[in-house]
């Protein structure tokens, strides 16, 4: 699904910041007093000397990392934020990719459950026998439920739809609604109008207010840091050379 894949890119940036930050710590450059010695016959791009320059690098690096305890909260509060709008924003991204569809618009199937396979992530694998006889593979989230246990040869009726996805190579059939002997295996709605319903509404009745509400903590987190690092810190040695400065007068 490619929700799953939005969730390793992300695993992956993250621990792969840590990673670098932490070599940066190790090698100094976290330290007031550490001074980086520029390579002068190394030829610096455009982007690169904009972003030395710069004043975005200055309050939320420099500066930031010069004054690591009282910055602490205000970065804490960057990261925490930053995680749920991309949680929330990828949550609506893929609604909007793969939007429910009304009852009209599924295909109805009945048979009986020969196979299940059941995957932590939630995207199973059933293996249903139809009535004709053949057998049809579908894709189903079915959480918290073991297939193999309770449903094995049991009769059946799903409804499903057209899906696709990036690590599935193609397009697949989505089962949204599964019965059994006319009641529904889902424990959350007793019908699939009241899941249809919920998921029609929860984008704009919940997703997109935190979003709304998460990329609003992470402006109030970057502004409180820009206010904690308006000002330049006074190293110790620049406070040694004033004070040279003012003895030699």
Known sequence: MFIEALEYIGIIAIVLTVIVSYNQYMAGKFSKDYNEVEDKTKKQSKLKKWWDQSYIREIYRVRASQRKLIC?????GVWISLFFVYWFGSSIFYS????PQPLEKLKKYEGVITKAINYKKGDDRVDIKLEDGTIKIFHAHITGINLKER????????LAKNEWGILDFGSYELIVWM?????PI???FK???????????????SWLPNLILSLKWLIGSLALLWFINRKPV??????????????QR
């Open 191 to 205: 019908t699939y109008d009241d899941k249809y319903t919920y998921e029609f509404t929860i984008v704009s009745e």
């Open 151 to 158: 449903y094995i040869g049991k009769e059946v009726v799903v």
């Open 186 to 188: 889902d424990t959350i």
């Open 234 to 247: 006074v190293t110790k040695n620049e406070i040694d050379k004033n004070a040279y400065l003012f003895e």
């Open 179 to 183: 019965e059994m002997n006319f009641e």
């Open 72 to 76: 602490f909260i205000p970065w804490l």
């Open 96 to 99: 909007l990719l793969h939007p």
